[in-house]
């Protein structure tokens, strides 16, 4: 198992976000997390990052089979975890290549990765400012391709990006999750859809259903997304499965 997460209760400025939540993730599966406003979903996602703020109150988070819990987000990033924000924050004064420089010396390959987002004139720009909602999008997905983690977390890698950049950031996200011709792929992924429109690119293994911080259904990504398309999360969580 490549993430396994044990009955995990977080805190957060003394509020409970997430509610004893299961996950389990092996390698190369990519698993669709839903679930309304509110529900909790961003705070797993940096609880699992290990970002501070998110007090692990009970539970454990093991990642490559080790306890990474207390681990701070570095050492996270090191054993090959990375995430893209759902709100990326802007940071003046390091250009976006100077932070991928950081962890890849490839030129070729980061020229290639930009080239692929359209986003070549912006290694040079600061760090997501002056950068469109798309833009920014964009660039945290570059960010993670040339990173290249075993697990990838992405939060919302679609909202308030227009229709044809949905489609450049879907075929990125498929690149970076995709299996290969033995159906073995070697990154797994976590990601938070509203819309449902990553669903038509990347080939999701599992959907899960988080509400007011606890797990209410597990199952087919597709089916899932139907359903609440069509009749809402509460009538999803009534699956029980
Ligand atoms: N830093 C914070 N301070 C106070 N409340 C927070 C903070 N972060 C998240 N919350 C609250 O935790 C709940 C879950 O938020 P979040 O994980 O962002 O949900 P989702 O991503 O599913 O919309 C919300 O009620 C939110 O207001
Ligand atoms: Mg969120």
């Not at 996602?45 to 539970?59: H, R």
């Given at each position: ?130 950068f469109s909602?798309g833009e920014i ?105």
């Amino acid at each position: 198992m490549l993430l396994d997460i044990r009955a995990l209760t977080v805190e957060v400025e003394g509020k409970e976000v997430l509610k004893g939540v299961n996950l389990q993730i092996d390698q190369g599966e990519t698993h669709v997390l839903f679930g309304k406003n509110g529900s909790g979903k961003t705070s797993l996602l940096m609880t699992i990052m290990g970002f501070s703020g998110y007090k692990v109150k009970e539970g454990s988070i093991f990642f490559k089979g080790e306890d990474i819990t207390n681990f701070p987000i570095n050492e996270r990033a090191k054993r090959g975890m990375g995430m893209s924000f759902q709100r990326p924050p802007t940071i003046k004064g390091v250009k976006t290549m100077d932070l991928i420089a950081i962890f890849n010396s490839d030129e070729k390959s980061v020229a290639e990765a930009a080239e692929s987002l359209e986003l070549t004139a912006f290694l040079d720009r600061e760090i997501n400012r002056g950068f469109s909602g798309g833009e920014i999008k964009k660039s945290e997905l570059l960010q993670l391709m040339t990173q290249n983690p075993d697990l990838i977390l992405l939060d919302e890698p679609e909202s308030g990006v227009d229709l044809e950049n949905i489609a450049v950031i879907g075929r990125a996200i498929k690149k970076l999750l995709q299996k290969n011709l033995r159906r073995l792929r070697v990154n797994a992924g976590l990601v938070i859809t509203h819309t449902g429109l990553i669903l038509n690119y990347v080939e999701a293994d599992r959907g899960h259903l988080l509400l007011d911080g606890r797990m209410r259904c597990e199952g087919n990504p597709r089916e899932m997304f139907a359903t609440i398309q069509k009749s809402g999360y509460e009538v999803c969580a009534r699956c029980q499965k």
